[in-house]
C-alpha cells in the first residue's frame, strides 16, 4: 500500500550491528504494529501501537524497541543484531486498535550477516 | 494467547475449480477474522474478513464461513483463475487487535 511507508526496503547488516527500521502511514490511523515474517514463522506479531503508546509487546528480547515520534510513525530499532534476525520486516497500520482491519506496508527484507 | 491453526499448507486445484482453506482458533474471545493474501515478494494484502456477529460473507468469489462454535472458520473461492495463485494467510484477533496468522497455505491454480 503505497500510504504505507517502510524504508529500507532491503537492508543487509553485519552480526553485532545496530539498525533502525522506519515506518510512516499516511492514512489517518491511529494504530500501528510491527510483524516480522522469515521462513521459520510465517506472520509474527511483534508490537502494536495505539495513539503513540504501547499496547502489546510479542517480543521476548529488549534488542527489538519501537519508537513512536509522531502520531503516524512507527520505527523499529534493532540492536546487536544476529544472523536469526534476518527477516522481512512488515510495518501495519488499522484506524483504532480493536476489531479493525489492518493494512501492511510493503515491508524492509532484513539480512544479517 | 491465541493459536491459529491453518490448512492444508499446499493446494493445488484446477482452473475454474473451488479452492478451500480451513482455519481453526483456540481463543473464544476471539471475534474477528481477516484473510489475506500475499503474492511473492509482496506485502499480505486484505482480501476478507468476517466478524463473530456474522456465519457468513460473500464478496465476488470469495466466501468465507464461521463457525464460533467449533472454532473454525473457513475460505471458499469459487471459479478460481490463475490469478489466485498466490499464498494466504487466515487471521484472529481478541480486543487488542494483535492478529495471530495461520501458518499459510501456498494456492496454486493450474490452467
Known amino acids: 500500500d503505497p500510504k504505507i511507508i517502510q524504508k529500507p526496503k532491503y537492508l543487509v547488516a553485519v552480526t553485532g550491528s545496530e539498525k533502525i527500521l522506519i515506518c510512516e502511514q499516511y492514512?489517518?490511523?491511529?494504530?500501528m504494529y510491527w510483524y516480522r515474517q522469515s521462513a521459520k514463522k510465517p506472520l509474527e506479531f511483534m508490537f502494536s501501537?495505539?495513539?503513540?503508546?504501547?499496547?502489546d509487546n510479542q517480543t521476548a528480547s529488549s534488542r527489538f524497541q519501537p519508537q513512536s515520534s509522531k502520531k503516524n510513525h512507527l520505527d523499529l530499532q534493532i540492536t546487536a543484531l544476529k544472523p536469526d534476525d534476518s527477516a522481512t520486516y512488515f510495518c501495519?497500520?488499522?484506524?483504532?486498535?480493536?476489531?479493525?482491519?489492518?493494512?501492511f506496508g510493503p515491508g524492509t527484507r532484513l539480512t544479517v550477516l | 494467547g491465541e493459536q491459529v491453526e491453518q490448512l492444508p499448507s499446499i493446494l493445488r486445484v484446477q482452473e475454474g475449480s473451488s479452492a478451500s482453506i480451513n482455519c481453526s482458533y483456540e481463543?473464544?474471545?476471539?471475534?474477528?477474522f481477516p484473510w489475506y493474501k500475499q503474492e511473492p515478494g509482496e506485502n499480505p494484502k486484505l482480501i476478507i474478513d468476517?466478524?463473530?456477529?456474522?456465519e457468513r460473507k460473500q464478496i465476488q468469489e470469495l466466501i468465507v464461513l464461521l463457525d464460533k462454535k467449533a472454532k473454525r472458520f473457513s475460505l471458499h473461492i469459487t471459479d478460481t483463475q490463475p490469478g489466485d495463485s498466490a499464498m494466504y494467510f487466515c487471521?484472529?484477533?481478541?480486543?487488542?487487535?494483535?492478529?495471530?496468522f495461520g501458518q499459510g497455505t501456498v494456492l496454486s491454480v493450474i490452467p
Open positions: 501495519a497500520s488499522s484506524q483504532v486498535s480493536g476489531y479493525a482491519e489492518q493494512f
Open positions: 481463543d473464544s474471545a476471539s471475534n474477528y
Open positions: 468476517i466478524r463473530s456477529n456474522m
Open positions: 492514512l489517518g490511523h491511529n494504530a
Open positions: 501501537y495505539s495513539y503513540q503508546k504501547l499496547m
Open positions: 487471521a484472529a484477533t481478541g480486543g487488542n487487535n494483535k492478529l495471530t
